[in-house]
């Protein structure tokens, strides 16, 4: 029996008509092994992954492959982004025997939970050195049958293996001006100057290491780390990795050149970038920053949003191919109906010349780099902005590109995995929220709101115990884990910073002492889940940047920010003691702890402490100097702005208006600048 039709997970949905009898990761699951004496198939994926869907087709949608492991098997599915302390223990796993790893992850467990056998996709037949799932299936059930005693022994040296891979020194103290400028001078040594962007193919979005180098050029004045993140925004926003119709980014690109995506579009990587352009923006008054930071926060909340207010996960990779006059998107004669890789986004001449004739056809082409030769599969391309020496056109550009996206629209759509997770909401709702104040943009503003409103009714219990996800307003069983504490907490920071509510600042508390209390270990680190969340095999630790900024880093970001805010001493010496990891690892392997990097920037200036009273919040002359606050470059800094005398935030007891007028009050390191009521001197003042 399929146990996965009740469940609130769309990638779990998916295999629910599976012929096999798949079980959601529970304590009875593994019950029900023990009870049979038989092995347990932990498969893990997400919703928009194309090889998760690939292998479904080929070997869970299979009645042979399903009655085989219905028979031999106890059948677990899991979804990495509801369980990501479960992809995490398990991951380790794998990369630790196999040297790699990635989605569908494969793993076989004792009925005690304990992993002996691992994988990543397995096709269905031997392809290139690779053996067949049935011929895996075989394996494993002939090893627990005849091999019992050394499967656990071996299951029990990786159990043991794994415990002693915590972190051995954290750090003692958090990273000072040595090791930042080692780790600027690492990233110097490994960025693709011809390119952008850092290491080889497949090539990632390095989001929280642009946040650092913008921190540190706005810290130090280093036109190299400028430069660094400059090139590589314009790269990846001149690529096909950003969608040049309809705003957003993809995954990543799969060549060195940011031309090919991987072509699903992730939350969380949006939600990055879109504050990354901002603050590009900010620091730079680039126009094409502007327009990108613009058209993903458009992006996300046109394609996202979902009804209640919060932001879907993502959108796949494939989706069906819509049949032509003469040809499909992708080349293929009389594929209609077939979901295929990148089927939505890309274009031939011949289908830009049904849509816009054969002159703008032309142009187009020129324009966005389609080829007859395709820069994808069969002919196809994907949409780029080439450098090129001639002037267009703006109007006729924009006529096209309207009549392109319009045209596009009508294609079968990707799918959308509609399941809110908590972390990811709170990286959304910072970029919008930020990017909405800093383009005039209240609309952007609202749609943070009512995300976070979402978050606070939906997922926050009466404990302040956050839930890791939702789908259509319906709580998922889920715990969240550091990420999410953390990842909402600078959310619900940014928002209390944009509109000067302190229930933001308030609800930020809840969730960060919560953080104290529960996550965090004696020498100052922070572990993946709560002491009180369910035990599994190694309680998951891990300091380092992953797609998105790392628990640890995100929660050393909020903690420093809150203490900043409430003058908190416990909040801020907890951020110090995170942040002792960055000091240590930082200077080896900066790529991969960007965000830690980044608050240790703001930890470096201060961080600078803003105040803003005025006589009303509407009041012209406190507006401008609130929004020379937000626009401020100083790394890290916290603005909190109000009517003078109201209290709702800490940051403004005791700042009156100066000579009847709104003042804007700076402090940094425990000392206070005079009040200033000029909004030049303070844009002086926080320039970085």
Same mark, same amino acid.
């Given at each position: ?15 629910? $008509?599976?012929? %096999? ?32 869907? +690939? ?18 098997? #106890? ?64 394996? =494993? ?11 656990? @022994? ?37 960025? $693709? ?23 540190? *050029? ?23 990795? *950003? ?46 920053? /502007? ?9 996300? +909340? ?5 009804? @209640? &207010? ?29 979901? #295929? ?9 011949? /289908?830009?010349?049904? =849509?816009? &004739? ?23 391309? +994907? ?7 001639? %002037?267009?056109?703006? @109007? ?30 709170? !990286?959304?709702?910072?970029? !919008? ?47 969240? #884990? ?5 990842? %909402? ?10 509109? &000067?509510?302190? =229930? ?17 270990? $004696? ?27 790392? &628990? ?29 990891? %960055? ?43 609130? /929004? ?61």
């Amino acid at each position: 029996m399929n146990r996965l039709a009740h469940e609130t997970s769309p990638y779990l949905l998916q295999h629910a $008509d599976n012929p %096999v009898d798949w079980w959601p990761w529970s304590a009875e699951a593994f019950a029900e092994a023990r009870s049979r004496n038989v092995p347990v198939l932990l498969s893990v994926g997400y919703s928009s992954c194309h090889w998760c869907h +690939v292998m479904a087709h080929e070997s869970f949608e299979d009645a042979g492959t399903a009655a085989y492991l219905n028979e031999h098997f #106890v059948s677990v599915k899991v979804d990495r982004e509801e369980r990501p302390d479960v992809d995490a223990v398990y991951m380790e796993a794998v990369q630790a025997a196999t040297g790699q790893g990635g989605w569908p992850m494969t793993v076989f467990l004792t009925p005690d939970a304990e992993p002996f056998y691992f994988g990543t996709y397995f096709p269905p037949a031997p392809h290139r050195g690779m053996p067949s799932f049935p011929q895996v299936l075989e394996g =494993v059930r002939r090893a627990w049958a005849e091999r019992r005693d050394e499967v656990t @022994e071996v299951a029990g040296k990786i159990v043991r293996d794994l415990a002693g891979r915590e972190l051995a020194d954290s750090g003692t103290r958090p990273p000072g001006e040595e090791e930042l400028a080692q780790a600027l001078l690492g990233l110097t040594r490994e960025y $693709d100057a011809q390119r952008g962007g850092f290491g080889g193919a497949p090539k990632f979005p390095p989001s929280m290491v642009l946040e650092f180098l913008l921190r540190h *050029y706005a810290r130090t004045g280093s036109e190299g780390a400028l430069q660094m993140a400059q090139d590589t925004c314009e790269r990846m926003a001149r690529g096909g990795v *950003y969608d040049q119709l309809g705003g957003g980014f993809a995954r990543y690109s799969v060549d060195r050149d940011w031309v090919v995506p991987h072509f699903e579009k992730m939350l969380y990587d949006n939600a990055l970038l879109c504050r990354v352009y901002a603050h590009l923006w900010r620091a730079t008054g680039s126009d094409l920053a /502007r327009r990108v930071a613009l058209e993903t926060a458009d992006f996300m +909340v046109r394609e996202l949003r979902t009804n @209640e &207010g919060g932001f879907a996960s993502a959108l796949d990779a494939d989706s069906e191919e819509e049949a032509s006059r003469e040809e499909a998107p992708g080349g293929r004669q009389g594929a209609a109906g077939h979901p #295929v890789e990148g089927a939505y986004y890309v274009w031939t001449p011949r /289908r830009l010349a049904e =849509v816009l &004739g054969d002159q703008d056809a032309e142009l187009a082409a020129h324009y966005y780099g389609v080829t007859e030769e395709g820069t994808f599969e069969h002919g196809s391309s +994907v949409l780029q902005l080439p450098q090129h020496e001639r %002037v267009f056109d703006a @109007e006729k550009i924009e006529s096209i590109r309207r009549r392109l996206f319009e045209a596009r629209a009508l294609r079968p759509a990707p799918g959308r995995d509609d399941k809110v997770v908590a972390a990811w909401n709170g !990286l959304a709702i910072a970029a !919008l929220a930020e990017t909405g104040a800093y383009f005039d943009r209240p609309d952007l503003v609202d749609a943070a709101i009512a995300a976070a409103d979402l978050v606070v009714r939906v997922h926050l219990d009466e404990h302040a115990r956050l839930a890791r996800t939702s789908k259509d307003g319906r709580v998922g069983a889920n715990a969240g #884990v550091l990420e999410d504490y953390a990842d %909402v907490s600078e959310g619900f920071l940014a928002l209390a910073s944009v509109t &000067g509510e302190g =229930v933001w600042l308030e609800f930020a508390g809840l969730l960060l002492d919560h953080v104290l209390a529960q996550f965090t270990d $004696d020498s100052g680190g922070l572990y993946d889940t709560a002491a009180d969340a369910e035990q599994l095999i190694r309680r998951p630790q891990d300091p380092t940047d992953n797609a998105t900024p790392s &628990g640890w880093s995100a929660a050393a970001g909020a903690l420093l920010s809150y203490a900043a805010q409430t003058g908190s001493a416990a909040h801020r010496t907890a951020a110090e003691r995170a942040l002792g990891v %960055v000091g240590t690892v930082g200077p080896r392997v900066p790529r991969f702890i960007g965000w830690g990097l980044a608050v240790a920037e703001a930890l470096l200036d201060g961080p600078r402490e803003v105040a803003i009273v005025g006589p009303a919040m509407d009041d012209p002359a406190t507006k401008a100097l609130h /929004r020379t606050a937000l626009l401020g470059t100083a790394p890290g800094a916290v603005v909190a702005v109000g009517v003078a005398g109201d209290g709702e935030l800490p940051l403004l007891a005791d700042r009156p208006l100066v000579d009847g007028r709104p003042a804007a009050y700076v402090c940094r390191h425990f000392t206070c600048d005079a009040p200033t009521t000029d909004p030049e001197q303070l844009r002086r003042v926080l320039s970085g």
